[in-house]
């Protein structure tokens, strides 16, 4: 029990930080630039960095209390698969190729729209792309899905963006991704590690979460076009097609490639021996591409590898609060639950307790999809999209409490859409 209070304590610790990095980022410039405290300060206010560097810490004092052996043995009992997943998947996603034909399909869509409405091309572009991004990721995982729907968001955004749209903008992004990925059972990590254990299938998942998941991210869409259609007009640019053709063969084959990684995803050894591959694929094919991503793949592995070290350490309190709740407190508890910890560990530990009834199940699964988009933490692609967005924020640092803040009013949308469906149409 000892050790479990200090993970938790450690966990409280890396939670408080991640409220603090944008004071690390100021407290780094009162440094000489290249000097030991500013790159030391530096670290700190990168927040993909917290987790894995207050989960380092831990495991160092964890070892001067009992011995380096028992901490060996728990590295290796922890499952590593998803970050893993998540630094291959993100960098295969945001190759040119695979971007060229999410712009393509984009630009397909919304010319589609705007032939049936009449309305500004920049509005169209947008409006598609915070709806179709995030569906997309019932398909191919909510971590490619933001990847690629981030970096069409980035080319969108003006260098002199207002700070008032762009924590909004991140939010309803967060928001969006975090439910969007529920119209199957393998895409959201959240449904994705309690699907087997329920014996939840496609049928299931798409009958209880899919109507509220897609309803909840066109309205949220909508409402943040209609509130800030002023600012996306003047602050947003269009989405231009690719200047230089892509080969149809390279693309086929970037797409393949990410969908050979979604499906083996969980044999760590193929998919990654599938991602050596690809590499070397892009090598040869390095004309039509851009510079690989790996430092942002490796920081979101990092990040998700330090929250997964916290996990297990939070069980001697979460389980007897989720015993102690009903169906509805459940469900609101578990978007609060979101916010402080990762959605699928919340998940995951709900699927460790012993007689959970089915709709307790479904209102903690939905709970921890509706509250994915309040912290960075909530939800494991929301670290892909901000390491995308950052030089977009001031010292490129995150304020936690204005991503909260802003999240509020898509979180609140993304709730009572999905407790209409658990709650009150699930009765008939």
């Known amino acids: 029990m000892q050790i479990e209070h200090l993970g938790a304590t450690f966990f409280a610790v890396a939670l408080l930080h991640t409220f603090l990095v944008s004071y690390f980022a100021k407290l780094a410039k009162k440094f000489e630039k290249g000097s030991a405290a500013e790159a030391f300060f530096h ?72 032939k049936v409405f009449k309305i500004n091309p920049v509005m169209a572009q947008f409006s598609v792309l915070l709806i179709l991004g995030p569906l997309l990721g019932s398909l191919i995982t909510e971590p490619a899905a933001i990847t690629i729907t981030a970096l069409l968001l980035y080319r969108m955004l003006d260098k002199n963006l207002d700070s008032s749209l762009l924590y909004p903008l991140i939010a309803l992004l967060f928001v969006n991704i975090s439910v969007g990925g529920a119209l199957t059972h393998f895409a959201a990590p959240p449904i994705l590690v309690v699907a087997r ?59 393949v490639f990410l969908a050979a990684i979604v499906a083996t995803s969980h044999y760590t050894q193929v998919s990654f021996g599938i991602f050596l591959i690809f590499v070397g694929l892009v090598t040869v094919t390095k004309n039509y591409q851009d510079q690989l991503k790996f430092k942002e793949g490796f920081l979101v592995a990092f990040f998700l590898s330090g929250l997964i070290v916290f996990g297990s350490f939070q069980r001697w309190w979460l389980e007897p609060l989720i015993l102690g709740l009903n169906n509805v407190a459940l ?21 460790q307790v012993p007689n959970l009834s089915d709709l307790s199940k479904w209102a903690l699964v939905s709970g921890a999809l509706v509250g994915g988009g309040l912290t960075i933490l909530a939800n494991a692609p929301n670290p892909a999209g901000f390491s995308i967005l950052s030089s977009k924020f001031e010292n490129s640092s995150l304020n936690a409490f204005k991503l909260f803040k802003a999240a509020l009013l898509p979180t609140f949308i993304a709730m009572l859409c999905f407790y209409i469906k658990i709650f009150i149409l699930a009765q008939f």
């Open 43 to 114: 670290l700190l206010s990168e927040v993909e960095v917290v987790f894995g560097f207050w989960a380092f810490l831990f495991l160092i004092c964890w070892s001067l209390i009992d011995g380096i052996h028992p901490v060996i043995e728990y590295q290796q009992s922890l499952n590593m698969t998803e970050p893993l997943f998540i630094f291959c998947i993100m960098i295969v996603a945001s190759t040119r190729p695979v971007v060229t034909v999410a712009r393509q399909f984009i630009l397909l869509c919304s010319g589609t729209l705007l």
């Open 331 to 351: 469900y609101l508890g578990a978007i609060g639950l979101t916010a402080v910890t990762d959605n699928a560990a919340l998940t995951y530990l709900g699927s």
């Open 197 to 255: 254990t329920w014996g939840w299938s496609l049928s299931d998942v798409f009958i209880m979460l899919g109507e509220a998941s897609i309803a909840a991210v066109v309205l949220n869409t909508l409402i943040f076009a209609l509130i800030y259609r002023k600012k996306i007009v003047q602050m947003l640019m269009p989405i231009e097609v690719d200047q230089y053709p892509m080969p149809k063969w390279v693309s086929l084959s970037h797409l």
